[in-house]
């Protein structure tokens, strides 16, 4: 049973910087998409950033592309979501989420919808203020 753990969230005005990480207790996905989906009060939860083990194939929310960087260090089996520039619209309970998945079977890209994935973290809460 793999335990994610989020750290990195609070406050910051708007046009700040914040980082996100997220710590897996297990290295035993040899494989995997990693990332980060947040969930603001009254909307589904939504992806923002995604990220395979070769730690190249990513993906990115429209809405964050240009502010958002997802990355990963595979030794300390730790995901990184660098966020700048933040708007109040991104203000949200930011979950980190991890799946396996099957090298012969990945075509480039992680799956998107929250239902995929399996393991999830507690949340972390980014706030952005005016």
């Known amino acids: 049973q793999m335990h994610l753990v989020e750290s990195g969230g609070g406050s910051v005005q708007a046009g700040g910087s914040m980082k996100l990480s997220c710590k897996a207790s297990d290295d035993g996905l040899p494989n995997n998409c990693m990332g980060w989906f947040r969930q603001a009060p009254g909307k589904e939860r939504e992806a923002v950033a995604l990220i395979y083990t070769d730690a190249i194939s990513t993906f990115h929310a429209n809405s964050v592309k240009g502010r958002f960087t997802i990355s990963r260090d595979n030794d300390k089996n730790t995901v990184y979501l660098q966020m700048d520039n933040l708007r109040p619209e991104d203000s949200a309970m930011y979950y980190c989420?991890?799946?396996?998945?099957?090298?012969?079977?990945?075509?480039?890209?992680?799956?998107?919808?929250?239902?995929?994935?399996?393991?999830w973290g507690q949340g972390t809460q980014v706030t952005v203020s005016e």
């Open positions: 989420t991890a799946v396996a998945v099957d090298s012969y079977e990945f075509d480039g890209t992680c799956p998107y919808l929250s239902s995929n994935y399996n393991y």
